[in-house]
């Protein structure tokens, strides 16, 4: 309530002569009085500092983020050298040719000095010559899949590797010495030699005894 309005619900009031003004008086010295002790409160509290609490980190935090700084350094210590560095290897890499040559027929086989060739009626012939020394003839006769081999060199260099657990011997001439191995149910292996050539004839899906007998007949009556 401001001086005015004081005034005027003090003018409503009809008291005894004289007390009017001194009612009125004590009203406005109180009203002064209550003022001034809000000023000084207001005063008190604007001058008292600010006090802000201080936040604090945790401890693994700190050493959290010091950790990833250093985790940072490192990884760039190793990616950095390696990044910037432009300049050519002392060994360039080496690639090694395919071991197979491939050839048109029989008559690619005459720089070994000798040559090879599939039995009549087979099918799906392949000629090459691999790791320069050894002739190879694939083919397909009567259904079944046959490796053909031939080199000047001693000891097992057909595709047919590992020990045989039963061995026939081919009555085919006597010249030849040939034999049949079972390698497998599904694997054979025939060998036989010949003016100081060495011939193999491997089956590897299961052909019977007489169908790979049969084949290593008809190619040793080419040779």
């Not at 006090?51 to 990833?68: C, E, F, Y």
């Not at 054979?188 to 290593?216: C, M, P, Q």
């Amino acid at each position: 309530m401001n001086d005015n309005e004081v005034k005027n619900a003090f003018d409503r009031i009809e008291p005894e002569p004289g007390a009017q003004e001194r009612m009125y008086a004590n009203i406005l010295k109180k009203a002064a009085a209550q003022k001034e002790d809000q000023n000084a409160e207001k005063n008190v509290e604007e001058k008292q500092p600010t006090v802000q609490k201080r936040r604090t980190i945790p401890m693994w935090r700190r050493w959290g983020s010091l950790a990833a700084c250093l985790a940072i350094v490192i990884a760039a210590g190793f990616v950095l050298p390696h990044f910037f560095d432009r300049s050519e290897p002392d060994d360039p890499p080496i690639f090694v040719g395919s071991p197979f040559e491939d050839v048109d027929g029989p008559e690619g086989f005459e720089k070994l000095g000798f040559t090879i060739d599939a039995p009549e009626n087979a099918e799906n012939l392949y000629y090459c010559i691999y790791d320069g020394k050894i002739a190879r003839v694939d083919f397909t006769l009567n259904g079944h899949e046959y490796t053909y081999e031939a080199a000047k060199l001693d000891g097992n260099f057909s595709q047919a590797e590992g020990e045989a657990v039963g061995s026939t011997v081919l009555n085919v001439n006597a010249e030849y010495g040939a034999t049949l191995d079972c390698l497998s149910p599904d694997t054979w292996r025939a060998h036989w030699s010949k003016d100081g050539v060495n011939y193999y004839l491997s089956n590897f899906d299961g052909a019977s005894e007489e169908a790979i007998t049969a084949a290593a007949e008809l190619l040793m009556g080419q040779n």
